[in-house]
């Protein structure tokens, strides 16, 4: 009798676990196959505000959140100080068309030069894509006063 219930429990083991093995969501199934998410080479810094520029591609309905960080060391930044890791977070609707995002890391003043932007997609807290790129800061161009026609020197 005793082995019969061991049997039964073992067996009743092996059924929970192909039932949650079935039920489990991978990441290209909450997010769809073509998930991606991509940081634009240009950033704008002005004003003690940077903008980075995010296009992000998940499908599925609702809202994905970009977890973005920015982080300039002393070797990247024209006056040579560092500026620390930025945490910032921003939502993307989920619909299978890219997404283009502005994401500002508040609280934090970048100078001109080079950083390091590392972005997350997540969707339902599950991370689908990812990329770390460096990105340039630099000023916004104002039109008509481009360098070439004597302006913003």
């Known amino acids: 009798?005793?082995?019969?219930?061991?049997?039964?429990?073992?067996?009743?083991?092996?059924?929970?676990?192909?039932?949650?093995?079935?039920?489990?969501?991978?990441?290209?199934?909450?997010?769809?196959?073509?998930?991606?998410?991509?940081v634009h080479t240009g950033a704008i810094s002005f004003d003690n505000t940077t903008i980075v520029k995010v296009t992000a591609v998940c499908s599925g309905g609702g809202l994905g959140t970009l977890n973005v960080e920015v982080i300039q060391t002393a070797d990247q930044s024209s006056n040579g100080q560092a500026t620390d890791a930025s945490n910032v977070t921003e939502t993307v609707k989920c619909n299978g068309q890219p997404q283009n995002v502005a994401v500002s890391p508040f609280g934090f003043t970048y100078n001109i030069g080079e950083a390091t932007a590392t972005v997350m997609l997540m969707v339902n807290g599950v991370p689908v894509a990812s990329t770390t790129r460096t990105i340039v800061l630099r000023f916004p161009v104002i039109e008509g006063m481009e360098q070439e026609q004597g302006g913003n020197d």
């Open 1 to 38: 009798m005793k082995s019969l219930l061991t049997r039964f429990a073992s067996i009743g083991t092996i059924f929970s676990l192909v039932l949650a093995g079935l039920s489990a969501t991978t990441p290209a199934q909450i997010a769809g196959p073509s998930a991606s998410v991509h």
